[in-house]
């Protein structure tokens, strides 16, 4: 299986490796690894998939700063969810670049507003980082 990883933090986008451990379907993967791997793979999948479902709902504020959903109604959206295939990961692409482009961009923001202080040359790396990443996705 090919498998895209960026890291912005230093800065290496787009990069893949191919893993042949992983198995490209279901029973390729239980042939690899067992089923009791695959179920422990999955719960765990699974689990944090409802733990994000509530967490969501948690962090949902309006514009005073208060809670949308009171903690009863999250907990019951995470009873309630439901395992469904999700949808395909894209892997490398733009997006990587744009959370890379926002980091920096708070970043600089914060240093010219004071309100963070960046060493010169980070600060001239970062904007030149941002230049470059502008260039890349316009």
Do not use: C, W
């Not at 490209?24 to 479902?53: C, H, P, T, W």
């Not at 469904?84 to 600089?108: F, M, N, W, Y």
């Amino acid at each position: 299986m090919k498998i895209s990883v960026s890291s912005p933090k230093s800065q290496r986008l787009g990069l893949e490796f191919e893993n042949k451990n992983i198995g490209e379907n279901f029973d390729e993967a239980v042939a690899l690894v067992g089923k009791e791997v695959m179920y422990s793979l999955y719960a765990d999948a699974a689990i944090i998939r409802g733990q994000s479902v509530v967490r969501l709902k948690l962090d949902k504020l309006d514009e005073a700063g208060k809670p949308l959903f009171t903690a009863e109604e999250a907990l019951k959206a995470g009873a309630a969810y439901k395992p469904v295939l999700a949808a395909p990961r894209t892997g490398g692409g733009r997006k990587p670049a744009k959370s890379e482009l926002d980091q920096l961009v708070e970043k600089v923001k914060a240093h010219k507003a004071g309100t963070a202080v960046m060493p010169d040359a980070d600060y001239k790396a970062a904007r030149a980082r941002i230049k470059e990443l502008l260039e890349g996705i316009v």
